[in-house]
């Protein structure tokens, strides 16, 4: 894995270009080797209840890779292949915060939906991964929440003090849980849709992100009981099905694939987002925080 | 005025209290004296056309202070005063970035809305504000944005060599332009409903907040043309009127406080969001960066 310091690309490009390209040129150019393929089994696939104007809505979730979260991933397969989500719904949306999907009587030990047989408690150590040799990465930036963010194989990742762990950047997926931290069972999943809330980070189970059709949870209507869940149940979307992607017909399995965090254009297009000069930007920012440093995912080309 | 060090604060707090306050509970036992009221002929009132249940859409938006932008918000006035924005539209919202909103043909000449008379071009060098004894306030941490950000009489500041400008967290509002930097004359505005764009600041001009019904550009569709933009005017939520909010009658004058950012309220308050303890949270993150420590805004009491 070629590793590149993007301070330190940046100190060596040319003093100024006449034309310096923008992050999305840089995207855009960027070679096909520096793309990644997302294999349809790290894929969940969300179809929610068709809008009042009939338009279907899909949300497309990409799963996260090892060493992070695996625990409550196998479950999330098993409530999958289970099509325990099938029926559900999505039940609180807060502004600036989270949409949250599952059982909608989850707290209500007389009406939850049982789960499937065989999901594992997954004990509250595996909040962090060890961060050794098979976790570095690019050090981006240093921040008040970690010595270092960086990016692994795709994913804004913490490190400090030997552990590493997910970033709450906006579109990232996890697991509810109650009080102790080993209740989560990822029935019960959300999605953040404002700022980055970090002070969640290493608090709860990041299991993946969004990768397409988050306007479909983003621009839902607020809820307003506490926070922010629907009253009614006339108000929760109804989720239709969820599956892995590779468990729907080959035809209807969405293929998509994302810009190598660890290539040299993903180095350049964080580079250029931290320091913009093309088009209208008269005072580059001289940096960026990683959640402002989306890694770019599109469809899946030929 | 009384200056605070965060940092300070939480290292002369006594080392773990048996029961730590969360962020809400200082919120709401916060004494009167650390609420600060905020004039009415401060506020921007826009009430959009009511959504498809019939239900009224409010936003209020609180304009900046000086030293801050000043020249745009008197053009703001002028607009308001004139009645402009009435019978305009919102005309984009993109996820994770923007809500703009104002004269949907405002680019095409031919078609334009005309300006009312008197608005003023404002130079570039208006993004800025001196950094001197006007503007010093709480240091909370370091960033790559900027050597400090700060807070200023309850604004998001960024400051460095000398100079002080206002940062781009969720729900404050920008004035949109052209290429030339002093393009910007107040008509065109924005809303950020994402994570923060750092990148814009002192790129583009801050001129307030949305401290009341953000919900309400936040949850809209979002548009499908470039940037975000909606392809046709059914889409396009139509905005009744804008007014200061000193020039409605009184009675429909809407009164908001905020919470002191130089007060010890809401030095704990910033404290507590950077190390959770309290509830849930088994990992306190050690920090935060200043677009998540909202400044608490609430109607105003009695």
């Not at 096909?32 to 294999?39: E, G, L, N, R, Y």
């Not at 209507?221 to 729907?248: H, N, Q, W």
Request: include cysteine.
């Amino acid at each position: 894995m070629k590793l590149l310091a993007i301070a330190l690309l940046a100190a060596a490009a040319p003093p100024q270009q006449d034309a310096p390209k923008a992050p999305a040129d840089i995207v855009a150019t960027a070679p096909a080797a520096d793309w990644v393929a997302i294999a349809p089994s790290d894929l969940l696939v969300m179809d929610l209840a068709p809008d009042a104007g009939g338009r279907a809505r899909r949300v497309v979730i990409q799963l996260m890779p090892p060493p992070f979260s695996q625990g409550w991933i196998e479950n999330i397969r098993a409530l999958a292949a289970a099509h325990w989500w099938d029926g559900t719904s999505i039940n609180r949306v807060q502004d600036n915060y989270v949409v949250q999907w599952g059982d909608p009587n989850g707290e209500d030990k007389a009406k939850a939906k049982p789960l499937p047989p065989g999901l594992k408690a997954v004990p509250q150590g595996a909040y962090l991964a060890r961060h050794d040799s098979t976790v570095v990465s690019v050090q981006i930036l240093d921040t008040p929440y970690a010595q270092a963010d960086t990016f692994f194989r795709g994913w804004p990742i913490g490190a400090a003090s030997g552990a590493a762990w997910p970033i709450h950047c906006y579109g990232m997926v996890g697991v509810g849980r109650d009080m102790p931290p080993d209740t989560g069972s990822g029935a019960e999943l959300y999605a953040v849709i404002g700022h980055a809330p970090r002070q969640l980070d290493r608090n709860i189970a990041l299991v993946g992100r969004v990768i397409d059709g988050i306007e479909n949870l983003s621009s839902l209507p607020r809820g307003t009981e506490p926070l922010s869940f629907y009253k009614t149940a006339a108000e929760r979307v109804p989720i239709l099905r969820t599956r892995i992607a590779s468990d729907l017909p080959a035809a209807e399995q969405p293929r998509f694939e994302y810009l190598s965090t660890e290539s040299t254009s993903f180095a350049a297009y964080a580079a250029a987002r931290a320091n913009r000069r093309a088009q209208f930007f008269i005072a580059p920012a001289g940096g960026s925080d990683i959640c402002n440093l989306p890694v770019p995912i599109r469809p899946q080309k030929g």
